[in-house]
């Protein structure tokens, strides 16, 4: 059992930056990948970046690179997205989500092999 609780989201301009927070709880030793992924109305969910616990090798959207930087906190057991350069596209519902089973290179930013997910935590950006 894992329980995940996300933080930091807010409404930002268009360039401007948020830090997204997710706290993680219960058997977290268990998780072979943690990850964020995004909603927006109407849309699947789509991942946006994950790090692997063993090696610490992370794993981004093209859709992201090089303005998402995703990061571990080990001694808080916190999980991070810090988010720059926001684009109006990046609206969504944002989620954290643990994996405890084996994911192959592909599909590390696909729902499917994540099986705790958090409540989300809302991000606009809007002018």
């Known amino acids: 059992q894992v329980q995940l609780v996300e933080s930091g989201g807010g409404s930002v301009q268009p360039g401007g930056s948020l830090r997204l927070s997710c706290a993680a709880s219960?058997?977290?030793?268990?998780?072979?990948?943690i990850g964020w992924f995004r909603q927006a109305p109407g849309k699947e969910r789509e991942g946006v970046a994950s790090?692997?616990?063993?090696?610490?090798?992370?794993t981004y959207a093209d859709s992201v690179k090089g303005r998402f930087t995703i990061s571990q906190d080990y001694a808080k057991n916190t999980l991070y997205l810090q988010m720059n350069s926001l684009k109006p596209e990046d609206t969504a519902m944002y989620y954290c989500?643990?994996?405890?089973?084996?994911?192959?290179?592909?599909?590390?930013?696909?729902?499917?092999?994540?099986?705790?997910w958090g409540q989300g935590t809302q991000v606009t950006v809007s002018s």
């Open positions: 989500a643990a994996a405890t089973g084996y994911l192959s290179w592909w599909s590390l930013l696909l729902t499917s092999g994540y099986n705790y």
């Open positions: 219960g058997n977290t030793y268990s998780n072979y990948c």
């Open positions: 790090i692997r616990t063993g090696d610490g090798s992370t």
